[in-house]
């Protein structure tokens, strides 16, 4: 009798995980026939990232966290690593492709620092950036399921004031370029994980399996980012356009906001939602994220928290911020910290440094909201 529940159990989880990839190929193949093959890569690629981040549990607010709380810097180290391994590729391909590719270059300035402040204390409030939330929610995860719209909303209004934020003084874009820019890149990824071993707990034994394979996915698929779209990996830009595209169906003019009335705005928010590189792979994050859930349980089974009302407030308003913040900080996680490094930007580095410190005032604020009462 027992090994006949087991056996039906069996074959239902089979037949459970048959009909994921069937409509995981189903759905490859409908945008392939709708919108091109280059869309339906794309969306692959990004079911990639979400099965990677998921499946190999490898995420960037965490990591941060583990090296503030407790010393353990493999997290961050498996970033640095990923980061290195895109750079090697991606740095030379835009010097030998300049007309062809264009990589994560952003302007430093006042509202970028400071957004990229506020993002890294946000990111803890709910542990999740960018492709941390887009994953979270996909997963089930209810925190990240509340964030998200609110994420979408608040890079929107990120957007629609970005240039009023930009002209309070930016300096130009400052990029490194070829062998030398690979070198400083390298080098300063280096001299970061050096610091971060240092600081760190004694006695590490090097990054386990689990973070060396994620970090050599996440650059495998990043690198098939850039070669296939012609730009990097990014998050935030298509959750704007999102809710750019949800209000102009209500008949709202945006002619207001120069970011939206911008001639490449305008071409995609008049454009099917899938010929946005950044919204399909995001698409792709979120399924695989599901996917690789419903996979391992045969479904979602998250239930929600007995968290207190102070903590879902809070959820809403880091999700707000989350999304104004990364759009005056030009990117979170992925856009400017991993992309931005990755592809010679220096705003990247500053990027990393102030939502690092950021970083430290959102760990004690997710405590005193409420949102660790069951860990």
């Known amino acids: 009798m027992i090994h006949a529940?087991?056996?039906?159990?069996?074959?239902?989880?089979?037949?459970?995980?048959?009909?994921?990839?069937?409509?995981a190929l189903v759905v490859i193949m409908s945008v392939a026939i709708l919108v091109g093959a280059r869309f339906a890569l794309m969306l692959v690629i990004g079911l990639g990232?979400?099965?990677?981040?998921?499946?190999?549990?490898?995420?960037?607010?965490?990591?941060?966290?583990?090296?503030?709380?407790?010393?353990?810097?493999?997290?961050?180290?498996?970033?640095?690593?990923?980061?290195?391994?895109?750079?090697?590729?991606?740095?030379?391909?835009?010097?030998?492709?300049?007309?062809e590719l264009t990589g994560a270059q952003a302007p430093i300035g006042f509202a970028m620092i400071g957004g990229a402040f506020l993002f890294g204390a946000a990111?803890?409030?709910?542990l999740g950036c960018g492709s941390g939330t887009l994953v979270n929610a996909g997963s089930g995860n209810p925190v990240s399921l509340l964030a998200l719209p609110f994420f979408v909303f608040g890079s929107?209004?990120?957007?629609?004031?970005?240039?009023?934020?930009?002209?309070?003084?930016?300096?130009?874009?400052?990029?490194?370029?070829?062998?030398?820019?690979?070198?400083?890149?390298?080098?300063?990824?280096?001299?970061?994980a050096a610091l971060l071993l240092i600081l760190g707990k004694s006695g590490s034994r090097g990054l386990s399996r689990r973070y060396v394979f994620?970090?050599?996915?996440?650059?495998?698929?990043?690198?098939?980012?850039?070669?296939?779209?012609?730009?990097?990996?990014?998050?935030?830009?298509g959750l704007g356009l999102w809710a750019a595209k949800g209000v102009t169906?209500?008949?709202v003019d945006l002619s207001g906001s120069p970011f939206f009335a911008a001639e490449g705005t305008l071409k995609r928010l008049n454009s099917n939602i899938l010929t946005d590189y950044t919204s399909i792979t995001n698409f792709g994050m979120i399924a695989g994220a599901f996917g690789v859930t419903?996979?391992?349980s045969g479904g979602l089974s998250q239930t929600l928290p007995s968290y207190p009302a102070r903590a879902w407030v809070a959820t809403i308003i880091a999700g707000l911020l989350l999304g104004y913040s990364s759009r005056l900080a030009f990117g979170c996680n992925v856009g400017a910290f991993f992309s931005g490094i990755a592809t010679g930007s220096l705003h990247g580095w500053v990027w990393f440094a102030a939502a690092f410190v950021g970083a430290f005032v959102g760990i004690p604020i997710r405590r005193l909201s409420g949102l660790e009462v069951n860990q």
């Open 5 to 23: 529940a087991q056996t039906a159990s069996s074959s239902s989880s089979v037949t459970a995980r048959a009909a994921l990839i069937g409509a």
């Open 49 to 99: 990232f979400g099965v990677a981040l998921e499946g190999l549990r490898f995420g960037f607010a965490g990591p941060w966290r583990a090296m503030i709380l407790r010393r353990e810097p493999d997290g961050i180290l498996a970033q640095l690593l990923s980061i290195g391994i895109v750079a090697c590729f991606a740095i030379p391909l835009l010097s030998a492709y300049p007309a």
């Open 123 to 126: 990111m803890q409030v709910v």
């Open 156 to 192: 929107f209004a990120g957007a629609y004031h970005l240039i009023w934020w930009t002209n309070l003084g930016v300096l130009p874009n400052l990029t490194l370029r070829g062998a030398p820019g690979l070198a400083v890149t390298l080098v300063g990824l280096t001299l970061v």
């Open 214 to 237: 994620a970090a050599v996915a996440l650059a495998s698929l990043a690198v098939l980012n850039l070669v296939v779209a012609g730009q990097p990996w990014g998050v935030v830009y």
């Open 249 to 251: 169906a209500l008949g």
């Open 294 to 296: 419903a996979w391992r």
